[in-house]
């Protein structure tokens, strides 16, 4: 089984330029999940799709973040115009279950390699 | 919100000594995971703990869910230089988010 992958593994961009990022989740999971961690801190949740759907996306830091899921598969993450506070590792994240038991085998997030963001 | 606090920062034993990281959440998690994240890595799961009290272990790491399902802990016993990387817990309440701590960055010493 694949796993997680994202695209790409590294991006250095400009301050007010646009990154876009991709990630290709684990066949056949509905959840997906963008975190990111920032110098070496914790990861941080950024937003939750259930299939198509946003389902929790309190983790966005800004309008310049916006995250689609078309067609419930791959998901992408525009920033735009980028900052420099935008620097750091966006990891994509799937899992299979939903709406079942929590705690449950289905419900473990398997992460992707990572995008490493640099803005200059 | 919720806070996942993880200690220490970093761990720096000799091959074989005994190394174990903390995690405390400022609310009750329905259940807390935890992941290692190889230098120049990714998390990779290891393990999720979701009853009060639950100890379960992986050859030489055993992990343990408080009784009041607020914190967690991570032992490893004898350490080897492959464990090196960084251990991160992560608690969950509702929903599907995971908060993590700010990891354990263990370095072993041949």
């Known amino acids: 089984e694949a796993g997680v992958t994202q695209f790409p593994s590294h991006s250095v961009i400009e301050k007010g330029q646009t990154v876009t990022l991709r990630c290709d989740p684990i066949?056949?999971?509905?959840?997906l999940y963008w975190y990111r961690r920032v110098m070496g801190k914790e990861i941080k949740f950024l937003l939750h799709?259930?299939?198509?759907?946003?389902?929790?996306e309190s983790g966005m830091p800004n309008n310049r973040f916006l995250a689609e899921r078309t067609g419930g598969t791959y998901s992408t993450l525009k920033v735009q115009p980028a900052e420099l506070e935008d620097s750091g590792v966006y990891f994509c994240?799937?899992?299979?279950?939903?709406?079942?038991?929590?705690?449950?085998?289905?419900?473990?997030?398997?992460f992707g390699p990572g995008t490493r963001l640099t803005v200059l | 919100g919720q806070q996942v606090m993880q200690i220490p920062q970093y761990q720096h034993v000799q091959e074989g000594e005994d190394f174990t990281t903390y995690c405390n959440s400022s609310?009750?998690?329905?259940?807390i995971q935890w992941y290692k994240q190889r230098p120049g890595g990714h998390p990779v799961f290891l393990i999720q703990?979701?009853?009060?009290?639950e100890v379960k272990k992986q050859k030489r790491l055993t992990f343990q869910f408080g009784e009041a399902k607020k914190n967690s802990s991570l032992h490893i016993t004898a350490t080897q230089t492959t464990d090196v990387g960084t251990y991160f817990c992560?608690?969950?309440?509702?929903?599907?988010?995971?908060?993590f701590g700010e990891g354990t960055q263990l370095t072993v010493n041949p």
């Open positions: 994240a799937s899992s299979h279950l939903t709406g079942g038991v929590n705690g449950a085998a289905g419900d473990t997030q398997y």
């Open positions: 066949s056949g999971h509905d959840n």
């Open positions: 799709f259930v299939k198509e759907s946003k389902q929790d």
């Open positions: 609310t009750t998690l329905s259940n």
């Open positions: 703990l979701v009853k009060s009290g």
């Open positions: 992560a608690g969950k309440t509702s929903g599907s988010r995971l908060t």
